[in-house]
């Protein structure tokens, strides 16, 4: 039997009544397979408010140990955005080097789709998570004055984009063995072309793989227009930021999507999460929905290996959408519903 | 009466095809009332693969002395990305100062919603023209090598980003009094909280504005899941971008839509344009739709005074697509029938 030591932020908000159904998953789904530990971070806005912590060295080491990690949700209106961001997510991201960050978009069957006429929607977003504008390289002076000037700088290098672009052709060869990179390269000239040099590059040697590319404008029209002519989507932290948000909103909603912040080498563990965030608005009150949760459960499974694991959730939550998606149900009610049909 | 002299740029492909129904939009809303004399410069993809030129300095300088600028559309797939995007119209926006970027979205009564329950969506994006991402501040060292790095800079200032900021309110107070700040404040800290910080501050001085803020990211998700809860938006060069055309698919598609590059200051001639592109593969065909052209046209009059001859042709388009929106016609036809009711 395997032993598999998990890494639990619960975080704030909905994060702590979600992510104990995505840890049920996991146990159920390896029953006789797996054994799991879990080490508990008490980390997230209600830690920060407590004792001005975010993320202590101390635990970013034993984080660090483990085998993977599975988060709820972080954020509280009360505190000024950019801290928790910052300091607790993007740092857990920077400093485990997960250079992948998946985000699976699918319209089940029994989910109403915002568009008239969605068709069927079937994609992943492959976004680069450690570089480009989100990694703080910016600043300003003379803050507060009229001549003030802030500054962002994108930063891409060859070593970053080219990993992330080699996990893009190896997903399509699993798919539907179709890229489009996605990027703003008539404006942004020197990181766009790098982009491309580098998908043309990898993609000789998967020949069978077919690319295309949309300036990220066109996308978020294709995204509403015509969201099945996507496979992958290939593109950079920023641009993968809007486009998932937009892809969760038109497969209904970011309550059936989940991500993971990957680290393809397997020096770091990786994170999976849901993408909704920590909802203050219905915390407390065994309403949120848990199925984006226990999804990202199913994308851990499957990145340690557990295939067949991960396939019996996936197919678990479909079953569940099919027949009851459409009804008022508690977390508790779809987190049972789901279990049983794992 | 009044002698106006209008630039005119038509471009590439339909450009050239919708440009001449803008013209005579012009002319008729205001007859009796101002006098047109054209300037016509041809520049565009067609001029570059002829001899090289994308904007001669003595065009910019004539271009400088007219009233305003009527644009049809630039591009050509033979042209690597880059070349006349950051040439031609960047080059022109960024040197006649034109710092508001400004493009409505109206959902039209008998124009097909890609969404299932659109509502009535008509807002404003108030888009920075002259900052951020698109300043042309970014390059790359050891390109080709497994060692390059590029960057790509965002530069604001609060000279620039406070000069749009008022033109948003200005325009709220003529609308719903409504603005929706977007940005990323919580990873691009030093430009979002200048951007909010000056929201702030000039909204002291209109107390009858409310406003709020959203991430791009969630932005992107209200477009399509509740676009009616915005009137005016405002934001940067790049997010303006990605959300406009994101905009444009939602209410119908980018045939719809115009824009206006402003120099508010009038230091510089304005310049307006239909949203959509040079579209190669109907080029030629009389099959391109003049409206978006014809709605720019109303743009220009509004922003050289004439409200009342704009109010005209928007009455004018809004009643032909109410009767024939759907129904398919050749460019001449909806001209003329657009023309018709001026
Ligand atoms: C919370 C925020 C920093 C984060 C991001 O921008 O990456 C979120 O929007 C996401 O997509 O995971
Ligand atoms: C062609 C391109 C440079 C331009 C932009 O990005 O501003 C276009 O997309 C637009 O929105 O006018």
Redesign the pocket.
Known sequence: MEQITIAVIPGDGIGKEVTPWAQQALEKATEGQAQFAYEHFDLGAERYLRDGEILPEEDLERIKKTDAILLGAVGDPRIKAGILERGLLLKLRFALDQYVNLRPSKLYRGVESPLADPGDIDFVVVREGTEGLYCGAGGAIRKGTEHEVATEVSINTAYGVERVVRYAFELAMKRRKHITLVH?K??LVNAGDMWQRLVDKVGEEYPEVTTDYN?I?AATIYLVTDPSRFDVILTDNLFGDILTDEAGAVVGGVGYSASGCINASNEYPSMFEPIHGSAPDIAGQNKANPTAAILSAAMLLRHLGFDEAAARIDAAVEADIAELGSTERSTDEVGRAILGRI
Do not use: L
């Open positions: 703003k008539n404006v300036h404008d």
